[in-house]
């Protein structure tokens, strides 16, 4: 048997060995403990969080297996053909929407509904677990409700017009992944370099109140690299890039996903002022945990345990 600290205290005990003499292998053991504390909550909370997104995993592995060369798999119906053709000029209803995951007999949203008119701006609130990002997700398109529909203009939104659905929206997140290039490069993210539109690219970093910080203070202009994650800028210089970069293809819906929850109050009153400019301009929905972050929204929504504590109408606060 191997000589561990274990089993030498268990082996001095058995043969009579005084206290004195088991002493220095408990302080070992205890110093040992101690020192792995750390990487065991490391690996506990990697597993957690494995944990959490195995739904994810899933749905992206059957796509992935969906469009290999060679599946036989069926695919999906908003793979086929040409995208269809989507309408977005009145309103969008999410009705009655019901939704679990896998494997829970909680839902995390029921019978939940909420009417967002053309070009207003509609703030949801609620603490964590309240169900906001799968609320999001759910608009995205990326899970499906068990029942309940969404409507785009009195139609429903059916798997063939997700792509056109999604080519409609801008999507900011809390934590804005940044590649170690060019200001241009992140706002234009995934756009061939010969293919990006400077219109577009400057009427977006205008709309995120970035543009002049772009011109006037980084050292190369648009051709600044931004470092690692973004470790050469502010926090609220990176939402204002996520916001540009949102902006770049002209949606018609903005999802802002807790995009400020992250930040200092002064910077996040600065990054809101940006997105209030956009009041009128297009469709805003902002997620957040607090009040004063939708404050300036023609209506609130608020969310506890999958249930609108508002109306299906979300209530007006101004």
Partial sequence: MPRTPRNSVIWLAAHGRGFSDILPNLTVMALAGYRMLPSI??????????????????EIEAELAEIEPGSKRPKPLEQIGEPAPLSFKKAIRLENITFNYPGSNRAVLENFSLEIPKNSSVGIIGVTGSGKSTLVDIILGLHRPQSGVIRVDDRILTPSEFT??????????QDIYLLDASVTANIAFGIPPDQVDQAALREA????????????????????LVGERGVRLS?????????????????QLLVLDEATSAL??????????????????????IIAHRLSTVERCDSVARLENGRSLSSSLPTPVR
């Fill in 235 to 251: 926090g609220g210089q990176r939402q204002r890039i996520g916001l540009a970069r949102a902006l770049c293809h002209r949606p």
């Fill in 264 to 285: 200092d109050t002064k910077t996040e009153m600065e990054v809101i002022e940006a997105i209030n400019a956009l009041h009128g301009q297009l469709t805003l929905i």
């Fill in 164 to 173: 056109s659905w999604r080519s409609m929206i801008g999507y900011v997140p």
């Fill in 205 to 224: 970093t205008e709309a995120a109140q970035i543009l002049d910080f772009i011109e006037s203070e980084l050292p190369a202009k648009w051709n600044t």
């Fill in 41 to 58: 909550q490391l690996l506990y909370g990697q597993l957690s969080q494995i944990n959490a997104m195995r739904y994810t995993v899933g």
